[in-house]
């Protein structure tokens, strides 16, 4: 049985960028460093889990792509100190300075920001994705289009196909279907939550029947969706303001699996 802790989005900022809306907003993110640390105690004292994934968004972008770079260094060291393995997706705003996979990637210590691994009985797969900020959807209107390149699919595929393990996938963007509604940052554009290329995606995952479970943040809330068997679970974000109360949601998921089993505890940081 291995036990794996999910957590995504925590959106950390320096504190000359944390002005009063930013406090009182959407993102409270002057408490993700305070949220980490929270985690990190609760991962090394309590739960001791064999790994641990972060689903993307470790930062707020501010444009600047050397300072960019520099703090999601910094907050990247910060889970160093997590005693277990820790992997992390690569999210838009990771990106958005940059604009650049192989950047993001030297910053985190990966070659790419797709790639595999075997860990605690099960196969990690970590994928990277595509952005464009400029999109125009079938309305006229800007949106943020997100994708999994065609090489990367073609690699799945054989990375899939080469497994003998229980497959795990973790990646930023959402995959299975879902229209949103109500939600506060994709109620209104459903495609900017989700992968445009899902389709594609999900045949590769179903046909190899390895596939366990599917992870992804990014839409800063915290559901279950069941497509063709696979269970996708979607993971809100550490720093979320959920109620407008002005405190973070601090969500994240403790995931115990087996070859057959995949049983999920939703926990809650409360600051």
């Avoid at 990771?94 to 595999?116: F, H, I, P, Q």
């Avoid at 390149?149 to 003998?164: I, K, M, Q």
């Amino acid at each position: 049985m291995s036990r794996v802790v999910i957590v995504s989005d925590f959106h950390y900022a320096l504190d000359k960028y944390l002005d009063e809306k930013t406090r009182s907003g959407r993102k409270l993110m002057q408490y993700a460093q305070p949220l980490l640390e929270r985690l990190i105690r609760e991962v090394n004292e309590t739960i001791r889990p064999d790994f641990v994934v972060n689903l993307g968004d470790l930062i707020q972008d501010y444009g600047d792509y050397d300072e960019d770079v520099t703090t999601l260094k910094d907050f990247w060291a910060k889970f160093q100190r997590l005693n277990a393995p820790v992997f992390t997706c690569v999210g838009n705003h990771d990106l958005r300075a940059t604009k650049n996979r192989a950047a993001v990637a030297a910053a985190l210590g990966y070659k790419k920001t797709t790639w595999s691994v075997d860990v605690a009985g099960l196969h990690l797969v970590v994928l990277g994705t595509d952005v464009d900020y400029d999109a125009v959807d079938d309305r006229g209107i800007k949106y943020e289009k997100h994708w999994i390149s065609e090489e990367d699919l073609r690699w799945l595929e054989e990375d899939l196909t080469g497994t003998e393990l229980p497959a795990v996938i973790c990646l930023h963007f959402g995959v299975a279907e879902d229209i949103q509604e109500g939600n506060y940052w994709f109620g209104n554009c459903p495609e900017e939550g989700l992968i445009a290329n899902r389709r594609e995606l999900k045949e590769i995952l179903k046909s190899s029947g390895k596939v366990r479970a599917v992870f992804s943040g990014h839409q800063h809330w915290t559901k279950a969706l069941v497509e063709d068997g696979i269970p996708y679970y979607l993971v809100g974000s550490m720093t979320e303001n959920m109620e407008g109360d002005g405190v973070p949601d601090g969500v994240y998921l403790v995931v115990t699996m087996d070859d057959s089993t995949v049983k999920v505890t939703t926990k809650y940081i409360r600051m």
